[in-house]
T-cell receptor, first 113, second 112 residues
Framework: TQLLEQSPQFLSIQEGENLTVYCNSS?????LQWYRQEPGEGPVLLVT?????EVKKLKRLTFQFGDARKDSSLHITAAQPGDTGLYLC?????????????FGTGTRLQVTL | NAGVMQNPRHLVRRRGQEARLRCSPM?????VYWYRQLPEEGLKFMVY????????ESGMPKERFSAEFPKEGPSILRIQQVVRGDSAAYFC??????????FGSGTQLSVL
């Protein structure tokens, strides 16, 4: 059973377009993280959201945690080729330092010129 | 300040052989996590260790897989008698507190 479902699985857009990636679950998470992974490399943490309804911005990226802490979205404004990669959401079910992460299946984004 | 170092980057084994994957955490990090990533799938948690202790191994297969994080030296993920289904990318992550994870570049294991 996949706890975290991401949609869409694949997304190919042109430079300058906006996009939103979704991460949904029936479970409540204590925190949720978003990562980007390049081919042949490990995931790199983009942001952590903790509070229900929280919105965080990182340049052209806007992250939102659902009010019930079951879902999250990542919105990219004016996408650039450098945004290409695999975007993964990951939820922590526990609290404190012993939390292990449950990863979603990812959204593979390709941004073309 | 070097990041999480994993070696080897690529490992080829024949069925029945042993695979040893090494992970040196970032300096000052005492929490180590191992994840496995199959093609077109997300990362699956395997095990969480702190120095000399296994904290959570709920994601580890019951047989053939073991992990350690000795007082001195890297963390080791050991797979005995490998089978083709073990072929995957294995990622190690370290953390100073157990909350923010820093991932290594992974070891791609191929079982022939």
């Amino acid at each position: 059973t996949q706890l975290l479902e991401q949609s869409p699985q694949f997304l190919s857009i042109q430079e300058g377009e906006n996009l939103t990636v979704y991460c949904n679950s029936s479970s409540v998470f204590s925190s949720l993280q978003w990562y980007r992974q390049e081919p042949g490399e490990g995931p790199v943490l983009l942001v952590t959201v903790v509070t229900g309804g929280e919105v965080k911005k990182l340049k052209r990226l806007t992250f939102q945690f659902g009010d019930a802490r079951k879902d999250s979205s990542l919105h990219i404004t004016a996408a650039q080729p450098g945004d290409t990669g695999l975007y993964l959401c990951a939820g922590a079910l526990g609290t404190g330092t012993a939390s292990k992460l449950t990863f979603g299946t990812g959204t593979r984004l390709q941004v073309t010129l | 300040n070097a990041g999480v170092m994993q070696n080897p980057r690529h490992l080829v084994r024949r069925r029945g052989q042993e695979a040893r994957l090494r992970c040196s955490p970032m300096k000052g990090h005492s929490h180590v996590y191992w994840y496995r990533q199959l093609p077109e799938e997300g990362l699956k948690f395997m095990v969480y260790l702190q120095k000399e202790n296994i904290i959570d191994e709920s994601g580890m297969p019951k047989e053939r897989f073991s992990a350690e994080f000795p007082k001195e030296g890297p963390s080791i993920l050991r797979i005995q008698q490998v089978v083709r289904g073990d072929s995957a990318a294995y990622f190690c992550a370290s953390s100073p507190t157990g909350e923010k994870l820093f991932f290594g570049s992974g070891t791609q294991l191929s079982v022939l």
